[in-house]
């Protein structure tokens, strides 16, 4: 892929302890990006951030919960810190619970999904937008899912929370048309993470959730890699996205991977 196009950025990556985060954290490293990762497992994203340092990336770990405001607070200082600017945010962490009917959903669950999901994303954006609006510049990716406009049983809080992000990211672009801050949302289908095994790790027995599909999949060999979703992350928080926001990209659509796969040589 093209080398050191985003020398010089500070980029937040959130999830970045694993699969998706973790494979876009090392293509902006790749990419020269200097690096704030956050997730949940401190010991999974201390490990990712001194792989990346390794390498020769800077990179810092900010371990917590993106649903607690104050951990929000904390990267963007960390990143304000240490890089006194931040340039790309990845709203990429997300949890599927509660997987199951609505009549049997545990009401704190469904919120954390929520919160975790949606609300998350809101206040990332909150704190960092000032600052990208100070600079004239900045890049927003939202890692979103097909579950914002298609229904899936027995997952209502992950849909409506991937609904409402999208809605959120519509309704951003138009205020931020002009500013030199853009937003614009992935779709990478079905990849061969966490969370897919999550899915299949559902106890079906007795219930009306039908997970057949996910471990046919799986078993096929049809999920994608983190790596793959990686380089289409790239390309959007990138130069080559100049000029696009408020769009949505998907990582089926083969026309646009492959006009990524070119411009990232």
Sequence with gaps: MA???LQGQAAIVT??????GAAVAERLAAAGAKLILTARSEEEVENVAASLRRQGAQALAVPGDVSDPATVEEIVETALEEFDRVDILVNNAAVIWPLEETVYADPDEWAYNITTNLIAPFTLVRNVL????????????NVSSDAAFTPLFGASAYCAAKAGLDMFARVLALELAGSGVSINTLYPNHVDTAMQEDIRSVDTTDTRLDTSWFHAAHARGELATPA???????W??????????????????????EQVRRELV
């Excluded at 000032?130 to 990716?141: A, E, K, N, T």
């Excluded at 928080?237 to 991977?257: K, L, M, Y």
């Design 3 to 5: 080398k050191k196009k």
């Design 15 to 20: 999830g970045s302890g694993r699969g998706i």
């Design 130 to 141: 000032p600052v990208m609006i100070d600079q004239h510049y900045g890049r927003i990716l």
């Design 228 to 234: 793959s979703i990686a380089d289409l992350a790239c």
């Design 236 to 257: 959007l928080v990138g130069p080559w996205s100049r000029n696009r926001n408020g769009e949505f990209f998907n990582a089926a659509d083969v026309v646009w991977v």
